[in-house]
């Protein structure tokens, strides 16, 4: 299948490129703000299958290495784009860097178009006082990003450029999302697997605002990583574009298949954390849990207790479902040697303790910074991706639950006694079952925990939660049942 072919929005910042691409996309996916150099990281969005829109961080000086990251980027979006949209605000003159801007793009030998943004003010400058740029007119449009003003004919000015093919494509890829605080190392992380510097990466908190994304192909099979803003607790966060960011990071969890939780081995994990691991399982979707910044623990160690020598842990590859005292899943890793970093040790007990709702997340013990256990990110990802879509046939669910009744009848509330009859299975990602029986609307909660626990004794079911219905049985329901059983 042939790939969409890139439009990249280029400009100076604050001239209404983020507004521009919600308005051709109809809908907020690149955060809008009156703050000029808001968008940081390039974001894209498919228009009418026809073309991907990149929209692009505003270019200025580079005066700091971060600055001349984002420039970096900008030049491979223009590299790659088979039409670049040159993004003006029509209300000022054109200056220096406007010229250096143009003189860029059309060095490319690209098709160029200039767009005259927010032309629905009244102080917009006439067409002439931007023939100096040397674009012809012809290839000029005038636009409004709020008005909608002029949008379709630049939809339609690019499609004339790139031919009006229409790409249909079922979008199978597996989307993984990288969820956690801020400064946890998402982006370090992201950047990691993707082998090229697609996220920025500061050390100053918030650095990542949009979800920036990128698609990595695993046994013939596309992974598409969502790099997210980094969350905050909400009464810390921003009024403006960290609100923005964080309803965009929430979108994500929603869109994912499988989210990978990033905990600083630095830092001790908080409530957030906690949060966050909970909002991933109500949402159904499959969890992994990263220690990152592994590299730093030694050095801390070292500093805090100089006389101690902190032996490194090693691994070797096991069974995924490998558990330890029935605390979470060490990413299918198993302990080589029998000496074990205390500091390293305590991280992961405590978060065994702090995690003891989701017992079936894998943990991988990573560090960006040397690579360390990085690349088994994708079989740990194809793992639970496997648990995700697990069937699990009637008769083997029905076994288990007849074991479990009667090694541990239901207790139910206000003396009344449910009666589980039979479990069928009706969804997968996640496994989802429904048992059907008589009282079933008083079943204990802690029972539903008894029974999960059960079904992963013989399916472990690596990263996924599993969900439950309990369903009553009508009066037609039992005579039927006692006829089938007849």
């Given at each position: 299948m042939k790939s969409l072919p890139i439009v990249a929005l280029i400009g100076q910042t604050n001239a209404g490129k983020s507004s521009l691409l919600n308005r051709l996309a109809h809908k907020n996916i690149a955060i809008v703000a009156r703050e000029e150099g808001t968008t940081r990281d390039s974001v894209s969005a498919r228009i009418d299958n026809r073309f991907?829109?990149?929209?692009?961080?505003?270019?200025?000086?580079?005066?700091?290495?971060?600055?001349?990251?984002?420039?970096?980027?900008?030049?491979?979006?223009?590299?790659?784009?088979?039409?670049?949209?040159?993004?003006?605000?029509?209300?000022?003159?054109?200056?220096?860097?406007?010229?250096?801007?143009?003189?860029?793009?059309?060095?490319s030998k690209k098709p160029v178009i200039l767009v005259l943004n927010k032309s629905d003010k009244g102080e917009s400058l006439p067409d002439e006082e931007f023939l100096r740029l040397g674009i012809k007119p012809d290839m000029t449009i005038r636009t409004s990003a709020t008005t909608g003003q002029g949008t379709r004919d630049l939809a339609?000015?690019?499609?004339?450029?790139?031919?009006?093919?229409?790409?249909?494509?079922?979008?199978?890829?597996?989307?993984?999302?990288?969820?956690?605080?801020?400064?946890?190392?998402?982006?370090?992380?992201?950047?990691?697997?993707?082998?090229?510097?697609?996220?920025?990466?500061?050390?100053?908190?918030?650095?990542?605002?949009?979800?920036?994304?990128?698609?990595?192909?695993?046994?013939?099979?596309?992974?598409?990583?969502?790099?997210?803003?980094?969350?905050?607790?909400?009464?810390?966060?921003?009024?403006?574009?960290?609100?923005?960011?964080?309803?965009?990071?929430?979108?994500?969890?929603?869109?994912?298949?499988?989210?990978?939780?990033?905990?600083?081995?630095?830092?001790?994990?908080?409530?957030?954390?906690?949060?966050?691991?909970?909002?991933?399982?109500?949402?159904?979707?499959?969890?992994?849990?990263?220690?990152?910044?592994?590299?730093?623990?030694?050095?801390?160690?070292?500093?805090?207790?100089?006389?101690?020598?902190?032996?490194?842990?090693?691994?070797?590859?096991?069974?995924?479902?490998?558990?330890?005292?029935g605390g979470l899943a060490r990413a299918g890793l198993r302990r080589q040697t029998p000496v074990v970093s205390s500091t390293t040790d305590e991280i992961l007990d405590k978060l065994e303790y702090d995690f003891n709702f989701i017992p079936y997340a894998p943990v991988l013990i990573t560090s960006s910074e040397t690579g360390k256990n990085v690349t088994k990110l994708y079989d740990l990802i194809e793992t639970v991706d496997k648990s995700r879509h697990t069937e699990i046939p009637t008769s083997k669910l029905n076994h288990i639950l007849r074991d479990a009744v009667v090694s541990h009848p239901p207790a139910g509330l206000k003396n009344t006694h449910p009666k589980p009859k039979y479990i069928v299975q009706t969804d997968t990602c996640p496994p989802w079952f429904v048992i059907h029986g008589r009282e079933m609307q008083m079943m204990h909660w802690s029972y539903k925990r008894f029974l999960e626990r059960k079904i992963r004794e013989e399916y472990p079911l690596v990263g996924t939660p599993i969900m439950f219905s309990f369903h009553n049985e009508t009066k037609q329901e039992k005579q039927g049942h006692k006829k089938s059983e007849a």
């Open positions: 991907l829109l990149v929209d692009t961080a505003g270019l200025k000086d580079p005066e700091d290495d971060f600055e001349a990251t984002i420039q970096d980027q900008i030049a491979d979006a223009i590299d790659s784009a088979e039409v670049i949209l040159l993004t003006l605000d029509s209300t000022k003159y054109p200056d220096d860097k406007d010229k250096q801007i143009a003189k860029s793009a059309l060095k339609e000015k690019v499609q004339d450029i790139i031919g009006n093919n229409i790409y249909k494509e079922k979008d199978t890829s597996l989307k993984v999302a990288l969820i956690g605080r801020p400064n946890v190392g998402k982006s370090s992380l992201f950047n990691s697997l993707a082998k090229k510097q697609q996220a920025i990466v500061s050390s100053r908190q918030g650095t990542t605002r949009d979800v920036n994304r990128v698609t990595i192909k695993f046994k013939g099979r596309d992974i598409e990583f969502l790099d997210t803003a980094g969350l905050r607790k909400p009464g810390k966060r921003e009024v403006g574009i960290e609100k923005f960011s964080a309803l965009r990071t929430l979108a994500a969890i929603e869109e994912a298949d499988i989210c990978a939780l990033l905990i600083d081995a630095t830092e001790p994990h908080s409530k957030l954390d906690q949060s966050l691991a909970g909002q991933i399982v109500d949402a159904g979707k499959g969890i992994i849990v990263i220690l990152t910044k592994s590299d730093l623990i030694n050095e801390r160690n070292d500093q805090a207790l100089p006389s101690e020598t902190v032996p490194r842990i090693s691994y070797e590859k096991s069974d995924a479902s490998d558990t330890r005292n």
